[in-house]
C-alpha cells in the first residue's frame, strides 16, 4: 500500500497502512520476518540493512507523519542517530527542561566536545531565536516532558529554515494526530514508538520521519552502521498497536482534560501542568497550531519529595512507574530520577492517563491524594 494516502484521515490510515499487497487468499497482515540473511541479487542484501516487518511499520508511520520513515531499536536509539550525523562541534539548540534522555546525551557529549549544546527556555520564542545565531540544529521537544511547556512550533521552524538550520522534533507526547512537524517544515520528527503508538507496554523502539532524501539516507547509514535495528517481532507488535492507536489515544486525551480540571478543583494540588485547560499558560499557544492536547498532565501535590512518593505508591488502579502511553495509566514522581532537570520541582507527578473508566481513575487518583496526607 502506498505509504502516503492524503484523501484518508488518520484513522483510517491508522487501520489500513503498511498492509500486504490484496490478491486471492493473501494474508491481511504482514509476517514476523525472522531473516539475518538474504540471497544475493535485492535490495536489502543483508538483515542489518532491511527486514520486510520493519518496512510495513515505516510504512504505517509514514503515511501518519507525512514523511520517509525508519525504525529504531529505541527512541534514545533514533535520538543518538540524528546526533551521529552532525558535524564534529556542531552547536545545537534545545530546551533548558525535556526529556531526560536526551538532556543528558546533550550534557555528555557537549563535555566531550562533539557537540555544543545551547539550552535554552522553550516557551519564550524570542530567546530561542536569539540563540539560533550560528547553530547547525534546532532541537524541539513539544509538549516537553515532564512540564508541558508549549514551543511555537511553526514560528521556530520557519524561522530556523530561513537561517538553513536542521529542524527535529520529539513528537512522542503529541503524536502525528495533534500536530505534523513536517508539514510545518521541520527535516525530522522523531517518535518514541514504545509510547503511543505501540500503545501496550511491551515493545522498545522508536522512529525517524523525515522528507529529505539525503537525510534519510545519513539517519539510514547510521542506523546500518551503528547497529540500530529493531527487532522483528517488536516491530510487528508497534503496527498491530498502531490499528488501534487513534481509537486509544482519543479515549486516554478525554480522560485527561478530566482528570486535569478534577485535579485543578482539589485541595492537595498546587498547579496542574495540562495545555487543554483554558487556565493553563500554555493553553493559547497551543490551540493555535495543535488538534488536541494529548493524554499527559502533570500536577504539583502541596507536600514534599516524601509524600509525594506516597502519593504514587498509594494507587491501586493508577501503575507507579515510568514510562507512558500505554492503556494503563501510570504516573510517577520524575525528580526521583537523579537525571532530571533541576527545574522540574520536587513534588511533579507525570501522570500518563490510560484508557480507564474516568470515575475509576479519579477515585483511585484523590484516594492516593488523600492518603498521602494521613
Given at each position: 500500500?502506498?505509504?502516503?494516502?492524503?484523501?484518508?484521515?488518520?484513522?483510517?490510515?491508522?487501520?489500513?497502512?503498511?498492509?500486504?499487497?490484496?490478491?486471492?487468499?493473501?494474508?491481511?497482515?504482514?509476517?514476523?520476518?525472522?531473516?539475518?540473511?538474504y540471497?544475493?541479487?535485492?535490495p536489502?542484501?543483508?538483515?542489518?540493512?532491511?527486514?520486510?516487518?520493519?518496512?510495513?511499520?515505516?510504512v504505517?508511520?509514514?503515511?501518519?507523519e507525512?514523511?520517509?520513515?525508519?525504525?529504531?531499536?529505541?527512541?534514545?536509539?533514533?535520538?543518538?542517530?540524528?546526533?551521529?550525523?552532525?558535524?564534529?562541534?556542531?552547536?545545537?539548540?534545545?530546551?533548558?527542561q525535556?526529556?531526560?534522555?536526551?538532556?543528558?546525551?546533550?550534557?555528555?557529549?557537549?563535555?566531550a566536545?562533539?557537540?555544543?549544546?545551547?539550552?535554552?527556555?522553550i516557551?519564550?520564542?524570542?530567546?530561542?531565536?536569539?540563540?539560533?545565531?550560528?547553530?547547525d540544529?534546532?532541537?524541539?521537544?513539544?509538549?516537553?516532558?515532564?512540564?508541558?511547556?508549549?514551543?511555537?512550533?511553526?514560528?521556530?521552524?520557519?524561522?530556523?529554515?530561513?537561517?538553513?538550520?536542521?529542524?527535529?522534533?520529539?513528537?512522542t507526547?503529541?503524536?502525528?494526530?495533534?500536530?505534523?512537524?513536517?508539514?510545518?517544515?521541520?527535516?525530522?520528527?522523531?517518535?518514541?514508538?514504545?509510547?503511543?503508538?505501540?500503545?501496550?507496554?511491551?515493545?522498545?523502539?522508536?522512529?525517524?520521519?523525515?522528507?529529505?532524501?539525503?537525510?534519510?539516507k545519513?539517519?539510514?547509514?547510521?542506523?546500518?552502521?551503528?547497529?540500530?535495528i529493531?527487532?522483528?517481532?517488536?516491530?510487528?507488535?508497534?503496527?498491530?498497536?498502531i490499528?488501534?492507536?487513534?481509537?486509544r489515544?482519543?479515549?486516554?486525551?478525554?480522560?485527561?482534560?478530566?482528570?486535569?480540571?478534577?485535579?485543578?478543583?482539589?485541595?492537595?494540588?498546587?498547579?496542574?501542568?495540562?495545555?487543554?485547560?483554558?487556565?493553563?499558560?500554555?493553553?493559547?499557544?497551543?490551540?493555535?497550531?495543535?488538534?488536541?492536547?494529548?493524554?499527559?498532565?502533570?500536577?504539583?501535590?502541596?507536600?514534599?519529595?516524601?509524600?509525594?512518593?506516597?502519593?504514587?505508591?498509594?494507587?491501586?488502579?493508577?501503575?507507579?512507574?515510568?514510562?507512558?502511553g500505554?492503556?494503563?495509566?501510570?504516573?510517577?514522581?520524575?525528580?526521583?530520577?537523579?537525571?532530571?532537570?533541576?527545574?522540574?520541582?520536587?513534588?511533579?507527578?507525570?501522570?500518563?492517563?490510560?484508557?480507564?473508566?474516568?470515575?475509576?481513575l479519579w477515585?483511585?487518583?484523590?484516594?492516593?491524594?488523600?492518603?498521602?496526607?494521613?
Amino acid at each position: 500500500m502506498d505509504s502516503k494516502q492524503p484523501l484518508l484521515r488518520p484513522e483510517t490510515i491508522a487501520i489500513t497502512a503498511g498492509r500486504p499487497e490484496v490478491g486471492a487468499d493473501s494474508a491481511l497482515n504482514p509476517p514476523i520476518s525472522l531473516n539475518s540473511t538474504y540471497v544475493a541479487g535485492g535490495p536489502v542484501g543483508y538483515g542489518r540493512y532491511g527486514n520486510e516487518t520493519w518496512t510495513a511499520l515505516e510504512v504505517a508511520i509514514s503515511a501518519l507523519e507525512g514523511g520517509k520513515t525508519l525504525s529504531y531499536s529505541s527512541g534514545m536509539a533514533a535520538i543518538s542517530a540524528v546526533f551521529s550525523t552532525l558535524p564534529a562541534g556542531a552547536k545545537v539548540v534545545a530546551s533548558d527542561q525535556g526529556y531526560s534522555g536526551i538532556m543528558t546525551l546533550l550534557g555528555t557529549l557537549t563535555a566531550a566536545k562533539k557537540i555544543n549544546a545551547k539550552f535554552v527556555k522553550i516557551t519564550d520564542t524570542a530567546a530561542v531565536i536569539s540563540a539560533l545565531d550560528g547553530a547547525d540544529l534546532l532541537w524541539l521537544e513539544s509538549p516537553t516532558n515532564p512540564s508541558l511547556d508549549i514551543a511555537d512550533l511553526p514560528t521556530l521552524i520557519k524561522e530556523a529554515k530561513s537561517r538553513n538550520i536542521l529542524v527535529a522534533v520529539d513528537n512522542t507526547f503529541a503524536t502525528a494526530l495533534i500536530q505534523q512537524p513536517l508539514a510545518m517544515g521541520a527535516d525530522i520528527v522523531m517518535n518514541s514508538v514504545s509510547k503511543y503508538l505501540a500503545g501496550h507496554s511491551d515493545v522498545l523502539l522508536g522512529s525517524l520521519s523525515t522528507n529529505d532524501p539525503l537525510q534519510y539516507k545519513a539517519l539510514d547509514d547510521a542506523r546500518k552502521f551503528n547497529g540500530s535495528i529493531p527487532g522483528p517481532f517488536e516491530a510487528w507488535l508497534a503496527l498491530r498497536g498502531i490499528r488501534t492507536f487513534p481509537l486509544r489515544f482519543q479515549r486516554a486525551s478525554e480522560n485527561a482534560l478530566e482528570i486535569a480540571k478534577r485535579l485543578s478543583q482539589h485541595p492537595l494540588v498546587t498547579r496542574v501542568r495540562y495545555p487543554g485547560l483554558p487556565t493553563d499558560p500554555e493553553h493559547a499557544k497551543a490551540k493555535a497550531f495543535m488538534k488536541g492536547f494529548g493524554a499527559i498532565v502533570s500536577f504539583d501535590f502541596a507536600g514534599d519529595a516524601a509524600a509525594t512518593d506516597r502519593v504514587c505508591e498509594s494507587s491501586k488502579v493508577v501503575t507507579y512507574s515510568t514510562s507512558l502511553g500505554g492503556v494503563e495509566s501510570l504516573w510517577e514522581r520524575r525528580r526521583r530520577w537523579p537525571l532530571e532537570s533541576a527545574s522540574v520541582p520536587e513534588s511533579l507527578i507525570r501522570l500518563s492517563v490510560g484508557c480507564e473508566d474516568v470515575d475509576d481513575l479519579w477515585s483511585d487518583i484523590d484516594a492516593a491524594l488523600l492518603a498521602a496526607k494521613k
